[in-house]
């Protein structure tokens, strides 16, 4: 069931962005017809890195108390609108019940570019619209300390795994948007999907709970998202085209 | 421009469904039926034509593990039946009594284990990998493997020919 949702989810994410994109292309048609009356503009804007942390993962901690997680998201603008992207997460995952006792903890980092949607035709103006690609990698160990498959005939099977370090890689896509609140203060939200690439981990004997990062670790594909606060520290200009009316 | 006001509405649902999909407490609730029991099936050669088998109701069965309570006591109408394997061992035997009057057959598994994490909130279940499978020959003529992997209750896993 879990998993129907989550391709309904993915189909309905590739349908919205197929639709932005012929949206977009859509809109290209009446601009193309003013481009001769538009003048196009290139000014110098500041530009540099921008430092969040993404609160949803310390709410998270409130509807899934087995789990503590942080991220701070990184981006720096390198051309008009493409901008490098990062994110650097921690998770610890702690959980005990009748059945099992489980702990974890690892690191991850993902790197992509993100596509700003928006043209500007203000200067001054720093919305963003974006889409963004991104590769994530995590490292993280966990174990089963102790638990026990219940067995009413034949007696309670008790069991343990060993600590054990793993791997993971994934592709992530994901659309979302920047507000400028304050000056150099940024409010963002996004949605991702994300799509595991090392498989053998969801599908094996000991899938983790939670792979760090990434997210639910029987899952080979999940939908998560971030809703982010950073700071512009200005650094450097950029080129910035831009079209007055 | 409506669709693009649709569009808009859609967006913002997918958001709130992926939001609390996200969230769930998903140690809480266990979704699915983790029971991996041998599933097995009756069947018997169709009267005048043997090589077709039929799917048979017995009489009166009764089952036990060797050594241990029944787990199945004289009941009627049974076309087959669920039997949990031994969790701490790679063989599981049984006393198997087609009918009240009928002479009692030992069913033998031999199989290896391999404990799974299935989710948070389910744990850790045991799957099975049967290696063969075998009876007495006094009501069973035949025992047959029809899926090695015990990993859910819902397929057959063993079909006893009569």
């Not at chain 1, 919205?16 to 859509?26: E, L, R, S, Y």
């Not at chain 1, 390198?78 to 690892?106: C, E, M, P, Q, V």
């Not at chain 1, 700003?116 to 994530?136: H, R």
């Not at chain 2, 039997?83 to 031999?110: C, E, G």
């Amino acid at each position: 069931m879990k998993f129907t949702l989550s391709s309904i989810f993915s189909a309905c994410f590739l349908l919205i962005a197929c639709c932005a994109v012929a949206q977009d292309k859509g809109a290209a048609a009446p601009q193309d017809k003013k481009k001769d009356s538009a003048k196009a503009l290139v000014v110098e804007v500041p530009a540099g890195l921008r430092i969040g942390t993404d609160l949803s993962r310390i709410a998270m901690h409130f509807f899934q108390p087995y789990r503590t997680d942080a991220t701070i998201t990184l981006d720096a603008r390198y051309r008009d609108r493409i901008f490098f992207a990062s994110d650097i997460s921690w998770n610890r995952t702690s959980h005990s019940d009748t059945l099992y006792n489980y702990k974890g903890n690892g690191m991850a980092i993902s790197l992509g570019v993100n596509y700003n949607l928006l043209k500007k035709q203000v200067p001054k103006e720093n919305f963003m619209l974006f889409a963004g690609m991104k590769y994530g990698f995590a490292l993280f160990n966990y174990e089963l300390p102790n638990y026990e498959v219940p067995g009413s005939y034949w007696g309670d099977f008790r069991g343990s795994l060993a600590s054990s370090t793993k791997t993971a890689h994934w592709i992530e896509v994901s659309v979302g948007m920047k507000v400028e609140v304050l000056k150099n203060f940024y409010l963002g939200w996004s949605i991702q999907d994300r799509l595991l690439l090392t498989k053998k981990i969801s599908k094996g004997d000991y899938p983790p709970m939670v792979i760090p990062g990434f997210g639910k670790g029987n899952k080979g594909n999940v939908f998560d998202m971030q809703y982010t606060v950073s700071y512009l520290l200005p650094m450097w200009k950029v080129k910035q085209k831009m079209s007055l009316p | 421009m409506p669709t693009a006001r649709y569009m808009k509405y859609l967006f913002l649902f997918l958001c709130c469904m992926a939001a609390l999909s996200a969230c769930d407490d998903d140690t809480k609730v266990c979704d699915q039926d983790t029971r991996t029991f041998a599933n097995i099936r009756f069947r018997y050669p169709v009267p005048g034509n043997p090589s077709q088998n039929k799917d048979t109701v017995l009489p009166k069965v009764t089952v036990f593990a060797l050594n241990k309570d029944s787990l199945i006591r004289k009941r009627t109408g049974l076309s087959g039946m669920q039997l949990p394997l031994d969790l701490h061992n790679d063989t599981s035997r049984f006393y198997f009594q087609s009918d009240s009057t009928a002479k009692a057959d030992t069913l033998t598994f031999a199989y290896k284990r391999q404990p799974h994490f299935v989710s948070a909130g389910c744990g850790v279940v045991m799957y099975f990998n049967i290696d063969s499978a075998w009876s007495t020959k006094h009501v069973v003529k035949s025992v047959q493997l029809n899926a090695k992997n015990i990993t859910t209750i819902n397929e057959i896993h063993i079909i006893l020919h009569f």
